[in-house]
Structure formats: C-alpha cells, structure tokens
C-alpha cells in the first residue's frame, strides 16, 4: 500500500513539514510504503482555465505537475496538508488542487451532472491537515474545507480532516504531544481504513466466484 504525503507550506522542517510527516509515520508503522513530496520543490503553474482537459482528462500545462499526476495516479491514500495562509490554504496547494480539474468530469450537455474521475476508477482515500498559529477555529478560516470539498469532488473519501492549532515558530509542533500523537493515530487509521476495503472486496469476489 502506498500513501503520499504532499507538503504545501514553503518552511522545509515547519509545522505543516512535521505534521504530515507524523501521519505518515503513522502509516508507515502499520506496513504502509510512505513518501513525502514537498510541493515547493515542483513548478507547478496556474491552471489557465482553457477547459481542454474536459475531453482528455489530462492537462495540455507541460511542467512538473505531471510527475505529480504519477504520484496522485500511484497512491493508494493521500495525505495533503497546508498551514493557513489569511484564512485558506497556501499557493502552491492551491495551483496543485485546481491542475486536479482535469480529474472532473462531466456531462457533454448537462453541466450540472459531473464525477471525479477515482468515483468512476474506484474511490481513494485522503487525510487533511491544517495548521495554524491561533487557537480560535475561526482562525483557521478555510483551509481545511478547500481541501476536503475538492478532493471530495475529486472522488476522494476524506479519513480524516486534522485541525492542528497554536503553532508559530518552526519547531513548536515537534513540542506538542497531544497534538503529535492525534497525527500519528491518522496515519494508522488511513491504513487501516484502506485495509477494510481491501477485505471487503476480497469476501465480495470470493462470494461472487462461488455464485459463478
Ligand atoms: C502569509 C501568512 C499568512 C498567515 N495567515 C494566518 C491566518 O490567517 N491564521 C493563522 O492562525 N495563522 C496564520 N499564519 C501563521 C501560520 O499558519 C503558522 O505560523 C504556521 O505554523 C506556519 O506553518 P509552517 O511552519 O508549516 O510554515 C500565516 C502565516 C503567513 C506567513
């Protein structure tokens, strides 16, 4: 099983660094085969809204963005995090999700009928995280739902959305236990989540080849 941790704040060793890192941990300790992938280290280029990819399914932007395709393509579980960037998530997130466009299908005629394309593929599943200096939830603003409503849209069953609070300085997050081990249990419960379906669907084409 794979699961891909996509980081989207641009301080390599922050907060939002650590806490993706912790979820995959997390995954990893249950068997998981885990990467990071560190977003500022891609171009990844504003989608240009020409809707060529609406026949395709792929985007005509020839950059880096298609090594993360492979990646999204390959990955059994996603975990994508971001810190709060005035209420939402940070730019490269952003530019990441909407090149994702080209994962959305829809009707030739009925625009108001359409599917991510791992709904049709078979659905994936994604773990959130935000993270952000205050400790009102107000502050956080949102950066966890622009992350949850497009990968949902995208067909993605969302395990887990993880708000984490009240961190600043680079390393505060690597200080706080509570909020460290509630990431690691994600990472377990994203394999976990996962390894169900897997059975599920094994005792399903067991029962189906009996009735054949
Ligand atoms: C441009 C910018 C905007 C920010 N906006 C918010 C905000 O709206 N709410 C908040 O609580 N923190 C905000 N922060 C603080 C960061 O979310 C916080 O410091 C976080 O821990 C940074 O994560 P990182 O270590 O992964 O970079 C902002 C920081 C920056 C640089």
């Known amino acids: 099983m794979k699961i891909i941790g996509f980081i989207g704040s641009y301080r390599k060793g922050g907060n939002t660094d650590t806490a993706v890192r912790t979820v995959l941990e997390g995954a990893m300790n249950l068997g998981a085969d885990v990467e990071a992938v560190y977003l500022k280290d891609y171009e990844i280029a504003d989608c240009v809204g020409c809707e ?117 300085n680079k390393t505060d997050l690597l200080l706080d236990t509570d909020q460290l081990s509630e990431l690691e249990e994600a990472g377990k419960k994203l394999v976990k989540t996962i390894r169900l379906k897997e059975k599920i669907q094994n005792i399903v084409n067991i029962k189906n080849e009996q009735i054949n």
């Open 52 to 168: 060529a990819c609406k026949t395709t399914f792929e985007c005509v932007i020839r950059d880096d963005m298609q090594k993360i395709y492979a990646k999204i393509q390959e990955a059994d579980g996603i975990i994508i995090g971001s810190p709060t960037y005035f209420y939402n998530v940070t730019g490269i997130i952003k530019n990441m999700i909407d090149r994702l466009y080209c994962y959305e299908v829809f009707d030739e005629d009925d625009r108001s009928v359409w599917m991510g394309i791992h709904e049709a593929t078979g659905i994936k599943y994604a773990t959130v995280v935000a993270v952000c200096e205050q400790k009102d939830p107000e502050d956080m603003g949102y950066t966890t739902v622009t992350m949850t409503k497009s990968l949902q849209a995208l067909g993605y069953r969302v395990v887990d959305e993880l708000k984490i609070y009240n961190v600043y």
